[in-house]
Structures are given as C-alpha cells and as structure tokens.
C-alpha cells in the first residue's frame, strides 16, 4: 500500500520518543540504586506529558511526576498506571479525586494535611502523602521551625488511618551550579530533618531531593529516588554542569517551520515593527510563519537563530505574534523550504541553548513555553530500543 507523503505544514515540534528513552536510561544509569521518576508537569515540558510518560515508563522510570494534581489526574484517567506523584497544591484542590486515583500527594504544611485528610476520610480510603521539607530553597515545603508540628500531627493522622507518610522529601536551589555552598547546606539540613521524622516513627518509602542536575553530578543526593525533568528531554539544565552531548543526553524536540514567502527588497528596507532592521543592501527576505503566539520569545528580536537553507540567519528585526524575518543576504529559496528554529544540533542547526542565549533566559523556557498551535508530531512510538530510530507514526 503506497503511503501518502506527510503534507507540509506551517510549523510542527517533532518528538523523538527514543531519544528520550535513551535519556532515561542514560540517567538510570547514574543514579543505579535510585528509582527513577519522570517529571512530565508542563505538559511534558511543551513535548506532550502523555506521550512522554508513556515512553519513560517503557524506559525504566518507576514513578512519573506533575506539578498540579490536574495534570496527574489527567495522566490517570488516560491510562497511566503506577506511581504518580503531584505537588504543587491550593487550598480547594481535588484532594479526593487524587486520593481515589490513588495519586502520591506532597504535604508542605498544616493547611494541607488538614484539607487531605478530611478529604481521606470523605473517600473512606487513606491519602498516600510525602512531606515536603524546605531545606533553603524558600518556596514550597515546612520550614525547620514547623517540622515537628508537620511531623507529629502526620503521625498522629497515620495512626488515625487517614494517611500513609510514603516520602520525605524536599528541593534544591542550586543543584546547576556545581560547588555552590547551598547545596551542602541543603544536604546537611535535609538529613537533619528526615532523621527528625525517622526518629519520631516516620517508616517512609522513599526519601528524595535530587532533579536533574544533582542527578548528573552529586551522587550524595541521590537517596531513594531522583526526579528528573529538563535532563529526559535532552536539555542540559545549564551550561555549568556540561552540554547535552557532554552528557549523554539527546535533544528530543525539533522545531521547524516552512518559509512562507522570499522577496527581493532594496536597500535601506524597513524590516518589521518598529523598523529596529534595515537592510544595509538589495537583499532577499525569508518569512518565518511562527512568533511568540506559538513561543518564539519576542527577546530574541535581531539575535534569535534559524537554519534556512543550510545557513544560520537570525531573527532580523523583531518579532511578532506569528511570523518573523530572516535576511537571506540575496540568496533566492523557494517558497516551503525548511527553517529549523532548534533540535539536537546534528545538522548543524541551532538548539534550545543557543535560543535561550539569544533570549537570556534557560532552555526550559525555550522548549516549554512552544505552543498549543503547533502540532506535535511523535516518532518512535513504539520502542525499538534505539535513540533516534523513526519507527513513525503521530500520537
């Protein structure tokens, strides 16, 4: 049966499911005696949470992760079965709905260990709960000062047959930054707070602080599990702790879209809003159809990198909702030629570092922030077992 090609598209993100399997065995691999959970908040980090948590299963992780219990609970009903942990709670959450779809769920203060077991008790089954310890980050989780109130009355609410303390838990702050003296402090803390809870009775299941940087680089950290998010996907979580490459790690999404117009302008040619870019010469002009509407960060204007035909050109001028601009420098392409915005690098294209530099912000914004408008298309649906290999198909 003869297959219709793949129409063109304006834009698309193509996933490379093996590589990101590749990754997380690669990340397996320097955390051996940890279990591994995959952080898919963010709808995967803009690569898809379903398709993505799918795959890191299929790869080894024993554990996926979320931000809020909605994204969990969205991952349940679509079939994920296992450990699913979320986190990031508001007073009036669905503390019920993730008890009955046997959800782990994180406690960070009384507020919330009183919402959940009220709400244990509603659903006549325990809340499976992992205290959060706030070890110097100064964001989520229970302040030292706090922990023996946390503690007690978790104890107290697992005597009660409410809940089940399964994890001891908290966050680092400086993990990318290799020597920072926060993190020793933050390792010091967190064992003075778990053995506190232990001392007291706590029996948990896994004790965990480790993203993705500690997990590439601070073995001290490891504990029970590791909890790896930008890294599955390829990114490397900053310049400091190594390349992608350096790392073991493929970029796992590719961001291209079709030029939309080539024109010959003359010299002295205003070039979009603002007229930040006028042409220095009689030159040709590429239309780029994506812009921030689609997460194209407008501060990359005049610096922001793209592979056109077989050459980086930058973002020339600024850019603007949907479409932005490159100088061809006279060089006449036909109309639907690729622009490869990033990906792994292998053809020379730019990656999400280089747009994060262009932007000064990191690449999790660049990779996360893609947008709803452009299609996702999965390759390596089915797992062969190999980084890279197209086994096709879109999920």
Request: aromatic share 6%.
């Amino acid at each position: 049966m003869t297959q219709t090609p793949p129409q063109p598209s304006r834009a698309r993100a193509e996933i490379d499911l093996n590589a990101l399997r590749a990754n997380v065995r690669a990340l397996r691999a320097r955390a051996p005696k940890s279990a591994l959970m995959a952080v898919v908040k963010s709808d995967g980090y803009g690569h898809g949470a379903l398709p993505c948590a799918r795959a890191a299963i299929e790869a080894g992780a024993t554990w996926v992760g979320t931000a809020t219990p909605q994204e969990a609970l969205a991952l349940r009903s679509a079939g994920i079965g296992g450990r699913i942990m979320c986190w990031l709670w508001t007073p009036g959450d669905p503390w019920r709905e993730a008890i009955e779809a046997d959800l782990d769920v994180s406690v960070s203060g009384m507020w919330a260990l009183a919402e959940v077991t009220a709400a244990a008790r509603d659903a006549g089954r325990p809340a499976r709960i992992h205290l959060k310890a706030d070890t110097g980050l100064g964001r989520n989780g229970c302040q030292p000062a706090d922990w023996p109130e946390l503690v007690a009355a978790s104890l107290a609410a697992e005597a009660a047959g409410t809940v089940r303390i399964a994890g001891l838990w908290s966050h680092l702050a400086c993990a990318d930054e290799p020597g920072h003296p926060s993190v020793t402090a933050q390792l010091e803390t967190f064992r003075r707070m778990i053995g506190y809870a232990e001392g007291e009775g706590v029996r948990p299941e896994v004790r965990h602080l480790a993203n993705s940087p500690a997990t590439l680089t601070l073995p001290e950290a490891h504990f029970d599990l590791v909890r790896t998010g930008i890294a599955m996907y390829g990114v490397s979580p900053a310049p400091e702790v190594g390349t992608s490459a350096a790392l073991g790690l493929r970029p796992v999404m590719t961001f291209s879209a079709s030029v939309a117009l080539v024109k010959h302008v003359p010299a002295g040619h205003g070039v979009s809003y603002g007229h930040r870019f006028v042409t220095d010469r009689e030159t040709t002009l590429g239309l780029v159809p994506v812009g921030y509407g689609d997460g194209v960060p407008r501060h990359a204007s005049g610096r922001g990198p793209v592979l056109v035909g077989g050459a980086w050109r930058r973002a020339a001028g600024r850019i603007a909702m949907d479409q932005f601009v490159v100088d061809l420098g006279g060089e006449k392409l036909q109309e639907g030629a690729e622009a490869v915005l990033f990906g792994p690098g292998d053809r020379g294209e730019p990656t999400a570092e280089d747009w994060a530099e262009a932007a000064d912000t990191i690449a999790y914004e660049i990779v996360t922030r893609i947008g709803a408008r452009v299609p996702r298309v999965y390759r390596g649906v089915h797992d062969t077992g190999g980084a890279g290999t197209d086994t096709g198909g879109d999920e």
